[in-house]
């Protein structure tokens, strides 16, 4: 399994050996180090690797995370789970070791997660997908009201029921783009591009595992 965490910076078009053309994201790589390894057999559980990436002040960190990574500070740590019974791939298994971009290749199947756009407080229109009411008939400040919400007796039992659609937050929203392609792998200037998509805005921090 091969895993690393990457910021999002901007869309491109790569051109393929046989002439087409791929939209695709660049991510920016930074150098993580691997900070705690768990497996089945220990104290977890689970089997387990846990980087962190970039640089924060340690002015910044509670005590317990600076003893849990050796007085470093990281400005983000992650977790990744592992099949039962694997440790990681070669050396990514020990603490201290130091992954890249070079960790995938051209042409390797992966998937990566991240939150979406944070859009703010939004109308079922935008939110749901709602139609809004009639542009007619005397209708002047209803175009894009939810319209009923029921609870006035029947099966809602004189409530609205849980989980009804309704205005409110959107975005923010941890999503997984699955089967996408790595386009192509610049170790040294850190940098990958993967096909199509990815959730977030320039300067989301995303997991890119391995399909």
Do not use: C, W
Not at 21 to 46: C, F, H, N, R, W
Not at 105 to 131: I, N, P, Q, Y
Not at 174 to 189: H, M
């Amino acid at each position: 399994m091969k895993f690393i965490l990457a910021t999002k910076e901007n869309m491109t078009r790569v051109f393929a050996e046989d002439g087409r053309a791929y939209a695709g994201t660049i991510l920016s790589v930074a150098p993580m180090t691997v900070t705690q390894v768990k497996t089945a057999e220990g104290k977890d559980g689970y089997a387990a690797v846990q980087v962190g990436t970039g640089e924060r002040k340690t002015k910044n960190i509670s005590k317990a995370v600076l003893g849990h990574t050796g007085g470093k500070g990281y400005e983000a740590i992650r977790e990744f789970r592992l099949p039962t019974g694997q440790a990681g791939d070669g050396d990514v298994a020990e603490v201290g070791a130091t992954l890249d971009a070079s960790v995938f290749a051209k042409g390797d199947m992966v998937e990566v997660s991240g939150l979406t756009k944070g859009k703010g407080f939004a109308g079922v229109v935008k939110r749901h997908g709602f139609h809004g009411g009639p542009r007619s008939h005397g209708q002047k400040h209803t175009e894009r009201s939810p319209g009923s919400i029921g609870g006035s007796g029947g099966r809602a039992g004189g409530r609205v029921v849980k989980g009804k659609k309704m205005a409110g937050r959107m975005g923010t929203d941890r999503v997984t783009v699955a089967n996408l392609k790595v386009l192509a792998v610049d170790a040294k200037a850190g940098m990958i591009v993967i096909s199509g998509a990815v959730p977030g805005r320039r300067g989301t921090l995303l997991e890119v595992v391995s399909a």
